[in-house]
């Protein structure tokens, strides 16, 4: 039995809540494994937002994709309130998140904690009802371990009225592979929902 990885899993979990026509954002681009899976996702009457600091990536995703739902911001994730359109606040499906570096880039340019949870903190206030954070973090680089354990700190702190959380680790008994966050974002206070279902 083939293990499944961990990218293909967190693909699968979005895959059943995006659909045509939906607004969503790729918070690392990289090589644009992700907006791709984004772009299919949401269709030509989508919006796919992308956001990758180094030049390189964005110019990586634009020839490897050529899409006319793309928005690409050359700027850190962590500011991403500032870059995106104010029609978009509330109104966002999914946004991902691949910690680390850029795959085959500078292994020294990596996303840091500190801007990771104001991206993270972003991201969250932007989701519409019933959207979904996704964040997939590498412990085995340095300062991986750092960001993963900020992540988790920050997913456990979350109000749970507001956000359901499911963690994804690898059966591996690596300590450095990678480990999957999801982050649901209720369709409604907790509070308002009905006993009687």
Not at 23 to 31: N, P, Q
Not at 132 to 139: G, M
Not at 161 to 178: G, L, M, Q, R, Y
Request: net charge neutral; proline share 4%; aromatic share 6%.
């Amino acid at each position: 039995m083939h293990a499944i990885s961990l990218v293909k899993t967190i693909h699968a979990i979005l895959l059943e809540r995006i659909q045509k026509g939906e607004w969503v954002i790729d918070a690392t681009l990289g090589k644009g494994q992700d907006t791709a899976f984004l772009v299919a996702a949401v269709g030509e009457a989508g919006r796919v937002f992308g956001f990758d600091i180094q030049a390189e990536s964005l110019h990586h995703v634009q020839q490897r994709l050529r899409s006319s739902v793309l928005t690409l911001y050359q700027a850190n994730h962590a500011d991403l309130l500032q870059h995106l359109p104010t029609v978009a606040h509330g109104n966002i499906r999914a946004c991902m998140f691949n910690l680390g570096y850029l795959p085959g880039g500078n292994q020294h340019i990596i996303t840091h904690a500190t801007s990771t949870l104001r991206a993270l903190s972003a991201a969250c206030q932007v989701l519409m009802p019933d959207g979904i954070v996704t964040i997939i973090a590498y412990p085995g680089h340095p300062g991986g371990a750092e960001e993963c354990g900020a992540v988790t700190e920050f997913c456990q702190q979350l109000a749970r009225e507001e956000f359901t959380v499911e963690i994804i680790v690898s059966h591996s008994t690596n300590p450095n592979a990678p480990v999957g966050f999801v982050l649901k974002k209720c369709g409604q206070p907790l509070r308002q929902h009905s006993i009687n279902r």
